[in-house]
């Protein structure tokens, strides 16, 4: 009897046991709300870009520096620049008379001719002159006005009339053609003359006395008396 009795109390505690357990498993808690943090939300969603940025970038392979190679020096090609022809240009194309050198004496009067080109642009007028520039100037005129116009291309002879003055050795004049604002047109010209020690002049004539002659007398001859 008491073992019948042990068995529906093990029985009874058991089955008690059972509703327990089923009544724990089918109670269900209620949730609980959970705070959410913004700035861990933004953190988190800026490694997750970063990270994906990272992972698509292409990988940058370094690229070696220039090497700077001389190269061999070009020929440069030297062209030559344009003339620039002047307005007012003279050349000098030769002495008609009295070339520079010429042996003169004191005080002999000559005429200087120089012939001259026209290579400028523009006209010679009558207000050009020849003029005097430096050295000796022989007795010359200051200025010699041209006598007609000389056109481009032309030449002119140019003439100046002088004196040998009483020095000696080697005299040199130069001139200059000047145009009508007193400018100077191309190169200067020049008298060049070789003047000699003057000879000396006698004070008084020699006169020449004829030496004596001897005169051979002829004694008479005789006459023979018959």
Sequence with gaps: MKKQTLNLAMIALIAALILSACGGATATPAPT?????IAAIY????????????EQAPTLT?????TDTPLAPTATVA????????CEGMTFVEDVTIPDGTQMAVNQHFTK??????????????????????????GGQTRVPLKAAVATGQTADFSVSLIVPNKTGKLTGVWSLFDDKGNTVGKNMTVVIDVGVPSATPT????????LTSTDTLAPSETPTK
């Design 204 to 211: 008084g004539g020699i006169t020449a006395t004829p030496a």
């Design 113 to 138: 001719t120089w012939r001259v080109q026209n290579t400028g642009t523009c006209t010679w007028i009558t207000t050009f002159y020849l003029g005097f520039a430096f050295g000796e100037q022989m």
């Design 43 to 54: 953190t988190q969603a800026a490694q997750t870009v970063i990270a994906q940025l990272t």
């Design 62 to 66: 370094p690229t070696p520096l220039f």
């Design 33 to 37: 709300a959970t705070p959410v943090d």
């Design 79 to 86: 062209t030559p620049s344009p003339t620039v022809q002047q």
